[in-house]
């Protein structure tokens, strides 16, 4: 099994940046991909960015296109987000995840709040 432990969210202005990390343990034999989903309050859980394992091919939500970046340093066993120029349409629940054939992990979440 794969353990996951965000961290690096905060309170920002609008305008800010912030960088998440999400750190994996245990077992990460064969996973495919990994990245963020996020979740406002009163809203589902939506995918913001992956990422292969290998660290190639991304891909991102059209809302943070441009603005956040994802990366990741598999000697770390460690994803990043770089989120920047937030806007309070950003503040959510974020939330790592790892592929691994028809299995997905969770991370317990970081909140990042972006104040106008």
């Known amino acids: 099994q794969v353990q996951l432990a965000e961290s690096g969210g905060g309170l920002v202005q609008a305008g800010g940046s912030l960088r998440l990390s999400c750190g994996a343990s245990?077992?990460?034999?064969?996973?495919?991909?990994w990245g963020w989903f996020r979740q406002a309050p009163g809203k589902e859980r939506e995918f913001v960015a992956s990422?292969?394992?290998?660290?190639?091919?991304?891909s991102y939500a059209d809302s943070v296109k441009g603005r956040f970046t994802i990366s990741s340093d598999n000697d770390k066993m460690t994803v990043y987000l770089q989120m920047n120029s937030l806007n309070p349409d950003d503040t959510a629940i974020y939330f790592c995840?790892?592929?691994?054939?028809?299995?997905?992990?969770w991370g317990q979440g970081t909140q990042v709040t972006v104040s106008s």
């Open positions: 995840f790892v592929d691994r054939g028809a299995y997905r992990a």
């Open positions: 245990g077992s990460t034999f064969m996973i495919n991909r």
């Open positions: 990422i292969l394992w290998s660290g190639g091919a991304t």
